[in-house]
């Protein structure tokens, strides 16, 4: 499980920096190099974002596989990382739920830059002191950091972790525990609905929410009504998790209809290994991602959507150097 140090952690060993140049060049095989050189134990330490992603510092564990495949690929979720890069713009405001150690907080800060607000919500509490390192690091005060699960109601949740705290390979990570149990670590978590947690911020509008919850989506649609109904979120990128919806009484295609229902148009974002290949690899047209969603259509077993208000496309028009 990767350490949740911060103060004096050692900067990248000079072998995993040189590794990562390595990687990165590959022309094929690169996840296979990630996880062969992570093997090496190095402990905790400070990498950096790529530069054109900011180059912002983040504590990072080559354990966790989220963390290693930042350090070492240079992207995590290529795709939706590329979306985020065409959506976003200096002075924005975005929602981040399910921020984890903060990957794409940290993304959406540089892209939104010091004019704009972050607001990244995480339910799991081992990965708040790395969450929080990484923003107080990196002096973003335009980011805001919320330990809370994002559901239907003011409570509280009770969550399962990913693997055992024996699992060196286990990301942060939480999923509602179901009825039918669940075993793992369990954690007892604050809910609260977006709504209340944007009014706190002090945030209205939204430019562009993005939401992975593992299964507790359907509860934190329910916690934004007023501003859905508001067409106050302009743009969701969204993943689904139809096996955990579905232990929680709902399901991927209820979420979807729902947001359709509040006047959202659905795109499918293109998660084949070779789409990934190529977004991993460098620059491409942003909008090849995007297929749109028929109302009868197949979502699949992982569906990856991105929604956008009646009335706008899917994707602003491209900004100079913008893919």
């Known amino acids: 499980m990767a350490s949740t140090a911060g103060a004096g952690v050692r900067h990248a060993p000079l072998w995993v920096d040189m590794a990562a140049r390595v990687v990165r060049a590959l022309p094929a095989g690169r996840y296979r190099a990630m996880n062969w050189v992570a093997r090496r134990s190095s402990g905790p330490f400070v990498a950096h974002m790529p530069r054109e992603l900011g180059g912002l510092q983040f504590l990072c564990d080559l354990g966790d596989p989220l963390m290693r495949e930042v350090c070492l690929t240079g992207r995590y979720e290529p795709q939706e990382t590329a979306l985020l890069q065409r959506l976003l713009a200096q002075g924005m405001t975005t929602v981040d739920v399910g ?88 954690f007892d978590v604050p809910a609260r609905p977006l709504d209340q947690i944007l009014d706190e911020a002090q945030v209205e509008r939204v430019d562009v929410l993005k939401m992975d919850i593992e299964g507790a989506e359907a509860r934190a649609i329910t916690g934004l009504a007023r501003r859905l109904s508001a067409q106050l979120v302009d743009r969701i990128v969204l993943e689904l998790h139809p096996t955990y919806l579905r232990e929680q009484g709902s399901s991927a295609r209820a979420v979807v209809d729902r947001l359709s229902a509040y006047g959202y148009r659905a795109w499918q974002i293109d998660h084949s290994p070779r789409t990934h290949h190529r977004a991993a690899s460098g620059a491409f047209d942003a909008a090849s991602l995007l297929t749109p969603f028929a109302s009868d259509g197949h979502l699949g077993d992982w569906p990856h959507l991105l929604l956008a208000r009646d009335g706008l496309d899917a994707l602003p028009a491209a900004r100079p150097g913008c893919s």
């Open 99 to 186: 921020a984890n150690w903060g990957y794409f907080t940290l993304v959406a800060a540089h892209l939104v830059g010091t004019r704009g607000r972050v607001i990244s919500v995480e339910a799991d509490p081992r990965a708040h002191h790395t969450l929080e390192w990484n923003i107080s690091s990196n002096g973003l005060r335009s980011v805001r950091v919320v330990a809370a699960a994002a559901a239907d109601e003011v409570g509280t949740l009770s969550f399962a972790a990913y693997g055992t705290d024996l699992d060196a390979g286990a990301n942060f990570g939480l999923v509602l525990a179901s009825s039918s149990g669940r075993g793992g670590r369990r």
